[in-house]
C-alpha cells in the first residue's frame, strides 16, 4: 500500500532541535482522545508519498546555503508505514552526513523494540518521542511532547543499554 503525506514542513523550528525538515505520515489506529490531528488517522489522508518527494527531502537536507540540523517524522504513526519510511531513513543516512533523525510514536520505546519490524526503523534515528498522547496527562509547558507520559529518548545510548535513557 503506498503511504500518504499529511505534510512536508521544510524549516521547522518546533519539532525538534534546530532548523529541520518535517515529514507527517498518514495513518493511525492508535486514536488517542484529543489527538492534535485526528485527520492523519486516515491512511489516505493528504498526498501521495512518491520518489520525486523522497529525492526532494534529500536535497533539502543537503542544501547548501543553509545549516539543517536534519529530518523530523511526525504521524499519523510512523511506525505504522515502517516499508516506506525504511528506504528514506536508509538515503538520510547514507546521503546526508551528519543530519540527525528525529522519529514520533504512539508506541513507547519498550513496544517498539520487541517488534522486529518497527525495530527495523527505530535502529537508523537518533531521537524518539514516544507513547500516546494522553488527554488527561497534557501539558502545555513540555517541549518536542504533549503530556507528562512521553518521553524524549536517545535512540542509540538506548538500544545500547537495552533500557529507554533520556534525550536530554
Ligand atoms: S499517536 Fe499521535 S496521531 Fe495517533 S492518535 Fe495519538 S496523538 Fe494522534
Not at 518535517?22 to 492523519?40: D, E, P, R, V, Y
Not at 508505514?81 to 525504511?86: A, G, R, Y
Request: glycine residues 8%; aromatic residues 10%; proline residues 4%.
Amino acid at each position: 500500500m503506498p503511504m500518504y503525506i499529511a505534510d512536508y514542513k521544510k524549516f521547522d523550528v518546533i519539532n525538534g532541535k534546530g532548523l529541520r525538515h518535517s515529514l507527517f505520515t498518514s495513518g493511525c489506529t492508535h486514536h488517542c482522545k484529543g489527538c492534535f490531528n485526528a485527520a492523519t488517522w486516515n491512511f489516505s489522508y493528504g498526498t501521495p508519498y512518491t520518489k520525486e518527494l523522497e529525492d526532494r527531502i534529500i536535497a533539502d537536507l543537503n542544501m547548501p546555503d543553509v545549516k539543517i540540523a536534519g529530518l523530523s517524522i511526525l504521524g499519523g504513526e510512523p511506525f505504522q508505514n515502517v516499508e516506506v519510511l525504511s528506504p528514506l531513513i536508509s538515503r538520510v543516512r547514507r546521503e546526508c552526513p551528519g543530519k540527525d533523525i528525529w522519529i514520533w510514536s504512539g508506541y513507547t520505546f519498550e513496544e517498539i523494540i520487541a517488534d522486529a519490524n518497527k525495530l527495523k526503523l527505530l535502529l537508523d534515528c537518533d531521537v524518539l518521542i514516544d507513547g500516546k498522547f494522553m488527554l488527561e496527562e497534557r501539558n502545555l509547558k513540555l517541549k518536542w511532547r504533549g503530556s507528562n507520559n512521553q518521553r524524549v529518548i536517545h535512540i542509540q545510548e538506548s538500544l545500547i543499554a537495552g533500557q529507554a535513557i533520556s534525550y536530554e
